[in-house]
Structure formats: C-alpha cells, structure tokens
C-alpha cells in the first residue's frame, strides 16, 4: 500500500463545477502540500498545510491530522484548471507524493 | 526575485555515461531538494540538502549522488547511467525547514 493515496486518478467535469480531489496518508507528518503540475509545465505549490483550512481564490484545501486525509476543493472550475493535481507528505525533510489526479475541465 | 533555475534543461545521454546536473535556489534559501519524476513512478524524493549537509536520502542506488555548495547551490550527478534513469529531474528549494517548496523547471534526461 502506497502511504498517499489520492482519489480520484482521472476527473472530468464541466466548466462551472464544483471539484473535490481527496488525500489519504499513512505515516505521520509535519506537513502536507498540494501541488499543481499542467502538461509539459513545471510544477507550482498551491498549499502547504498542517492543520485546518487554507483558501487562496477559488481552492480551498483542508487536513483532518486526526483521519489522515486531505482533501483540495475547486469551486466554480474553469478550463485552465485542467492539470494534474499532486498531494504530498513532509516529514523528516523529505516528501512523499501520491500518483496525481488529472483533472480535465470541459468548456 | 528570480525562481529556480535548473541546467541543463535537457540532455541526451548514453547508458555507462555519468551526467551532473545543476540547480540554483531562489536567492535566501538554504534547502534544497532533488525528485525524480517518471511515467511510472511518478516523483520519488532523491535527496534533501541544507547548509551543505544532506538530510535525507530516497531509496535510490548509490549511483546517485549530491552535494551543496557555500551558496547554497547544488548538483547531482548520476553514475554508469541506465536506461530506466531517463526522467525529468526537479530541484526545489525553501527558505525553512520543511517549509513551502519552490520548484524549478526540471532537467529532462533522456538515457540511449
């Protein structure tokens, strides 16, 4: 069992919609960052986070430490969030990253 | 205040070769970290280097190596290529410890 799982692997949805990538971990953390990598690009930090809830415009991530898990909201998707969205885990200076979700928003 | 800069950002290589690949932070930064990123593995954590020490190390032969100059600039080099080393190597830097990560644009290594 990998110690990120990310669900689910493949999203399509319709511009407008509202998106909801989940994160599950294994081990323990000192904290937990949602990546944002589009095709042929480099990859950019959307959130770094330990406890409760971040928003930066239409993303919203939250961490339940508790539960393990994740999860990273996209209200009002449009087409160029299409991308793959990358969950990864901090602890001892080292990340472990789940598979990505990729996500295609249709016009 | 410039990003990361990764050289070369592609190279062509040919298995038994060695290449050194660079990365240089955003000014201010002291730690440093290098991923693999392929198809099928996805990105695997290489290395993590601070003020010239490596912190932690991924599960990779000792084939791969680093190291972290004075200003806190870093290469990595890998040894006797293979072909399964074709793969886009990240470096990204922060200014904490364990703080938010800044990628540069990758070195594409293609192994022949």
């Known amino acids: 069992k990998n110690e990120v799982e990310q669900s689910p692997q493949n999203l399509t949805a319709q511009e407008g919609e509202f998106i909801t990538i989940n994160c599950s971990y294994s081990v323990g953390i000192s904290a937990l960052h949602w990546l944002q990598q589009h095709p042929g690009g480099g990859i950019v930090s959307l959130f770094m986070l330990s406890s409760g809830k971040k928003k930066h415009g239409r993303l919203i991530a939250t961490i339940n430490i508790q539960e393990k898990h994740s999860s990273l909201h996209i209200t009002a998707s449009h087409p160029r969030d299409s991308a793959v969205y990358i969950c990864?885990?901090?602890?001892?200076?080292?990340?472990?990253f789940g598979k990505g979700t990729l996500l295609t928003v249709n016009p | 205040k410039a990003g990361v800069t990764q050289t070369p950002r592609y190279l062509i290589k040919t298995r038994g070769q060695q290449v050194t690949l660079s990365c240089s932070p955003i000014?201010?930064?002291?730690?440093v970290s290098w991923y693999q990123q392929t198809p099928g593995q996805g990105l695997q954590f290489l290395f993590e280097y601070f003020s010239e020490t490596q912190r932690n190390k991924g599960n990779f032969p000792g084939r791969f190596s680093g190291r972290q100059f004075s200003n806190s600039r870093s290469e990595m080099n890998v040894s006797t290529l293979e072909l399964g080393d074709s793969a886009l190597y990240l470096c990204a830097s922060s200014l904490e410890t364990a703080g938010e990560q800044f990628f540069g644009p990758g070195t594409r290594l293609t192994v022949l």
């Open positions: 000014s201010g930064h002291r730690s």
């Open positions: 990864a885990v901090g602890s001892n200076y080292k990340l472990t």
